[in-house]
């Protein structure tokens, strides 16, 4: 029997101190540098909660 885990990606499991309260541009600054596991993490909490396109972007242009 194969049994669906769901993980929820919280602000406060992010790599970024104070994530919620960052502005866009704020994030991209803080984005170079991060390993691609945490990217992803950064990633998928962006498009659950708030999705700028500007932070996601960024995250492309890294992980390519």
């Not at 499991?13 to 945490?38: F, H, K, M, N, T």
């Not at 998928?44 to 890294?62: A, P």
């Amino acid at each position: 029997k194969l049994v669906a885990e769901i993980w929820e990606t919280r602000a406060d499991d992010l790599p970024i101190d104070g994530y919620d309260d960052l502005a866009a541009r704020q994030v991209v600054d803080r984005l170079e540098g991060l390993s691609p596991a945490d990217l992803a993490r950064i990633q998928t909490y962006e498009r659950e909660h708030r999705n700028r396109s500007t932070v996601l972007g960024k995250i492309s242009i890294l992980t390519a």
